[in-house]
């Protein structure tokens, strides 16, 4: 992983970080679902009540990637959680460590914190990524389906 480094965003990040969101999209043939901006990215993740990170991956000095987490809370655990929201490194950079150094950078996160479990959700069409979370231990959570209530069907419901 020499080369590679793993620092905190900062506010003047915030469109690169949406050009990784744009790439990610991409990559996960959902381009046109992306409707956050540039303002909404320096809003979400450097607002004053923000609970949303965000680290950027450099290789040789040269953005490659970035992970965005926040932290969740296990009842049963009685503890809280680092969920990893999006992680990406980009196609030209894979296969330098860069992700496998940003899980670890997150785990290590997860621990200084005290928390009990690191977690994430990958399509499930992504044998890539399905392998390589394999391959440092990893383990899918079958039992459970998530579900969403978004845009019309969450204001419906929501004012029912």
Sequence with gaps: MSGVEIRQAIIEDSALIHRFITELA????????VLATVADIENSLF????????????????????????????????????????LYVSPDHRGVGAGKALLKHLAKIALSKNCG?????????????????????????????GYRLAG???????CS
């Design 117 to 145: 479990r690191f977690e994430w959700s990958v399509l499930d069409w992504n044998e890539p990524a399905i392998q390589f979370y394999k391959s440092i231990g990893a383990e899918p959570q079958n039992e459970w389906v």
């Design 152 to 158: 019309k069907a969450l204001e419906e419901f929501a």
């Design 26 to 33: 991409t990559y996960e043939k959902a381009e046109n679902e």
């Design 47 to 86: 607002g004053a009540k923000t609970t949303t990170n965000a680290v950027i991956c450099s290789f040789n000095n040269e953005p490659i990637g970035f992970a965005v987490y926040f932290f969740n809370f296990s009842t049963w655990l009685g503890k809280h959680g680092l969920y990893l929201e999006d």
